[in-house]
């Protein structure tokens, strides 16, 4: 095995060998399985190039690399092998340019295998966040200043008051001594935020958030601590901090202004994968990290995909209580014996208490008045 780059190099120093090496990662005891209908007897062509599905409904011809993120790649696997180290092994991450220098590619090119990489970078199983150590909660906002955009660009601001118009909200979350999850967050929606919290984090464990009043939804599922940084207020009684996520924070800051200088905020999710990957895995050997990386390609992101307008993301509110708008029918001995536009017009006819037939028609009372009453 290998211990640094050199080593890497030296034990796979061609493409039979890295797909040798693909196949014992990929497939039990190193025998191919086909990708497209899971049989697991294939035929070996093109010298080792290729392999045939045995099934005689199959019959598909398929590379090593289907189904990974180097699937449909020109570029050679020696030249992935060490794209995947360098970026695994790097403390701050590799910026495109760097990268395709080094490897002897474009930068496009470069740009491209970065962005599949971070795909593999991404975690991919569920996290439960607080099962022993206390969890610290914190945003952060990524993106530029406006007195540093060109005039174009800043143009596009200018009708806009908020100063924060242009940035991505980034939510940490982190348990001490344990792991980091940075998500993207929607613009604009407080929601999402404490949402996501409740999602990572396990209930009833020690949450440590700032004073900000979008977690207050949340407090009653957790043993929960906030500190106020607007007066001062960093430590108190003992251990109740968000110091960690900041420092994490600052890590973050620090791979963006010095690797990256510029990211757009439709791939910041991408550089917080890789971000949170780094972080989580700062205690591993590099070539431990590199066959950590090498069991997870699984996944293919494509260039059209990678380049494609941004989707939007979509935020799940609260429902809202179905057919209000309809109004309501007053019902007698099972039969409908009038419609009302709303409970309060109802209300207003019948001389009955609004909350009463709002309370029948959600099945929390038997009738108000006399009657049943349900919403059309
Ligand atoms: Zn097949």
Known sequence: MFNNLRELILSMPTEVACREYLAKQRWQDGKASCPYCGHNKCYVIEGG????????????????????????????LVKWFTAIYLVTAHKKGISSYQLGKNIGCT?????????????????????VLGETNPVEADETFVGGKFGNMNKKRRMKYKDIADPMANKTTVLG??????????RVMPKKNTYKIPQTITELVKKNATLITDSSNMYSRIT???????????????????????????????????????????ISSKHTQRYCDEFAYRYNSRKVKDADRFNITMENIEGRLTYKTLIAAPIPVQVEM??????????????????????????HVAAKETGLRSGNIHRVCNSQRKSAGGFDWIYA
């Open 49 to 76: 190039g290729r392999y045939k599905c045995a099934s005689n409904k199959c019959y598909k011809r398929f590379k090593i690399t289907v189904g990974t993120i180097m699937e449909a790649s020109n570029i050679p």
């Open 107 to 127: 930068q496009k090119s470069a740009w491209f295998m970065l962005h599949r990489i971070r795909e593999a970078l991404r975690r991919k199983d569920e996290i």
């Open 173 to 182: 979350v982190i348990e001490r001594n344990g792991e980091l999850v940075a």
């Open 220 to 262: 009653n599922s957790y043993n929960y601590h906030s500190v106020n940084h607007g007066i001062f207020e960093y430590v108190k009684e003992g251990d109740i901090h968000t110091n960690t996520i900041e420092g994490a924070f600052s890590h973050f800051k620090r791979m963006l202004i010095g690797t990256y200088h510029q």
């Open 318 to 343: 609260p429902s809202k209580p179905k057919n209000r708008h309809k109004g309501v029918f007053q019902v007698k001995d099972g039969e409908i014996i009038a419609h009302y536009r709303n409970v």
